[in-house]
């Protein structure tokens, strides 16, 4: 009697009770034990196999530890390797496309979940970073791009891509686009997307679309392979919040009725190059935080400028929880790489600590201290009125920052913990198109 194939061994312990299963398995053989140890589709849970029928996108919109780059990692594997190393697989040009280039090299290709660590020595590809590159042993390529460089897109082809995180793309439509472009390689192209979701257009696009099908899946589907921590101080505290809904149950939320921004106004306006710009301006918003471990908020700090055009451009969002040595210096570092002419920061929280902690780190920085006299909403409200008039834009998608203003209403912030970059883009906005960039602040 023929032996029982791989998959077929693994699919069929699979299926049975947890105690039978046990029972089977401490009586498999090495190889068998082996073989089932690299058959996803022995570990997988339903939700993470490629759904049946015609589709050219896959996308999987799932919360925090769902397994979304385990589960990219071994379709690609599964599309990319044949039956022994040196046979052909289903797809042979692959694109890789994360949000920035570290993440493509730290999460889909080295993680602990990503594309070296699921397969089998024998299949297992070689990876070439300086390259951007990998090469399986029957010939398969697949290559890394980002989407804050989409051009690396412009040109390649491919019959296969996985893009991860997309929804914090900060060129997602530009970069998508590109991809699409240039996924018409072979007879049956295919791609999956990954991400935890935001009510961005390019998102939106892509789950309207007839050819995609849609898996939705949250982190607590995935508990058993998650750290006890995480699931007491991270799903503790965010279950049943707003935030909590979106980046563990997954759901897309719309605007917040009545709210000061729209995403329409930012998706209306925002551009992907900046032009020259008369004035730019780093601000910092303190939260008192002592560093990455505590509870505290995260310290907001936006780079935005003003054109040659007259109009506002939000340039970079390098927010962080830091330690005052921390964030000081991705301040000044912010200030350097944009040229900018000062640092902004506000004074109410920690007094004269912020001017201290720049200082300490360029005592020559030109620094401009600011001190709120009315609450965030009232503060927040001429800045939007600025945005509604269609005079200012975000260069590129700045997820985070978007989220948090969409939550600012009149009587205050409906979103969750403080609206940390919100707090610096308004401080921003304002000197640099409000008061001329001199603060007197009794009537804001």
């Known amino acids: 009697m023929e032996a029982p194939s791989i998959s077929s061994l693994a699919g069929s312990i699979a299926s049975l009770p947890a105690a039978d299963r046990a029972k089977v398995l401490a009586g498999l053989t090495k190889k068998q ?141 530009d970069t998508w686009d590109q991809l699409q472009f240039g996924l018409r390689l072979g007879d049956k192209p295919r791609q999956v997307v990954t991400t935890t979701p935001r009510p961005i257009p390019a998102l939106r696009q892509i789950m309207g679309a007839k050819t995609t099908r849609i898996t939705r899946g949250a982190t607590h589907e995935n508990r058993a392979n998650l750290a006890p921590s995480f699931l007491q101080e991270i799903v503790g505290r965010f279950e049943g919040t707003r935030l909590g809904r979106q980046e563990l149950n997954a759901e897309v939320l719309d605007d917040v009725p009545g709210a000061l921004w729209t995403r329409e106004v930012f998706d209306q306006q925002r551009r992907t190059v900046a032009p020259e710009m008369r004035r730019i301006v780093v601000s910092v918003d303190p939260s008192g935080t002592k560093g990455e471990s505590d509870d505290g908020d995260e310290i907001g700090i936006v780079v935005a400028g003003l054109g040659v055009d007259g109009r506002g451009y939000m340039l970079a969002d390098r927010t962080c929880k830091l330690s005052p040595d921390g964030w000081g210096r991705r301040a000044v570092e912010a200030y350097r790489e944009f040229k900018a002419d000062r640092i902004i920061a506000e004074r109410n929280f920690g007094g004269a600590m912020v001017e201290h902690v720049i200082r300490s780190v360029d005592p020559l920085v030109p620094y401009t201290e600011v001190t709120a006299s009315r609450g965030k909403a009232a503060r927040a409200e001429p800045v939007a009125a600025v945005y509604e008039q269609g005079r200012v834009s975000h260069v590129g998608s700045f997820p985070e920052m978007e989220d948090q203003m969409c939550c600012m209403t009149p009587t205050g912030y409906l979103g969750d913990g403080s609206p940390d970059r919100l707090d610096a883009g308004v401080w921003a906005i304002t000197d640099l198109m409000l008061t001329g960039g001199t603060f007197t602040l009794a009537n804001l």
């Open 33 to 173: 034990a082996e073989a089932v140890l690299w058959d996803w589709r022995f570990w997988a849970r339903p939700n993470q196999l490629p759904p049946p029928g015609d589709w050219l996108t896959w996308l999987i919109l799932a919360g925090r530890g769902y397994g979304k780059t385990r589960t990219g990692a071994e379709w690609v594997r599964s599309m990319v390797c044949g039956k022994t190393p040196l046979a052909r697989g289903q797809l042979g040009r692959i694109a890789l496309v994360a949000e920035t280039a570290a993440d493509a090299r730290d999460v889909m290709v080295e993680g602990e979940s990503g594309i070296l660590s699921v397969h089998p020595k024998e299949f297992r590809p070689l990876y070439e970073p300086s390259k951007r590159r990998l090469t399986w042993p029957n010939g398969a390529v697949g290559t890394l791009y980002n989407a804050v460089e989409p051009d690396q897109l412009r040109g390649p082809q491919h019959d296969g891509g996985w893009c991860d995180e997309l929804a914090k793309w900060r060129y997602a439509q």
